[in-house]
């Protein structure tokens, strides 16, 4: 039996309640996105894992949508799977699975009969896209390479610079994604007030100026008098990209009752700057 968390559908934020209520001692896994890639909310997965471990269950993490926008630690997280896509975090197009050994040793992988039992080829399908493997190593780099960069204010305004060679990597991408964080929130705040100022326009998730640390810069919406394509070809015509449906959160657009039309994605990331944010809210406000 597979069972589903309600959310609340004035914030678009997961019901943790009513997720602990599913979990007893009949749970074998729990399944959670550290972050919704359509109302941009971030999961307390740590708190969710503790919760499945309390009735042994195995806690398996979503982090697609969360690994351009913040560090992840799995030992922290406590998780036993993580799972995520390289090229949400700039690099090809590869998946990225993380589990622990002793489970990845133990369960059984479905695969060709004579391709090898032992980790970690029992869990990879075939001969493996080497090129994409080291693309997905070097766009870590990269993210480490803006810790090296950027100062305590935003990301390509550093002062006080450290050379490159200061930081080990891990302490690289620490300090990246504090400053992709102080800059991507700024100019999520401006994105907010500017879409809260225009009419017809509905917000579906967290707005609350003072709960941005529960969200990232990701926010879908609704247009009174356009459907979200209509928003989206709309944009589109203007040079602005931006992305309409469900985006595969379709338990969620279900839940709203915004099927089939769905919501208006608008994202933004480390690289986006003050002035797109502007041009994107003149072009909406123009509708």
Known sequence: EVRFAEIHREDCTLDVDHLRSLLNERTRLVAVGA????SGSINPIR??????HAVGAWMFV??????????????????????????KFFG???GVMWGR???LESLPAYKL???PNELPGRWMTGTQSHETIAGAAEAVNYLADIGRLAGSEAVGRPSGLASPESLD????????FVAIG?????LFRELLAGLQAIDGVTIHGITDPDRLDERLPTVSITHSRLTSAELATWLADRGIFAWHGNYYALQLTEALDLEPQGMLRLGLVHYNTAAEVARTIEALAEV
């Open 47 to 52: 708190e969710i894992a503790s919760w499945a």
């Open 35 to 38: 972050a919704s890639n359509s």
């Open 113 to 115: 009969r004579p391709a």
């Open 169 to 176: 990597r891990r302490a690289a991408l620490e300090r990246a």
């Open 92 to 94: 090809p197009h590869v």
């Open 101 to 103: 050994r002793e489970l």
């Open 62 to 87: 979503d982090a697609v949508h969360y690994a351009p926008h913040a560090l992840i630690d799995v030992a922290e997280i406590g998780c036993d799977f993580l799972a995520c896509s390289a090229y």
């Open 182 to 186: 102080q800059y991507e929130q700024q």
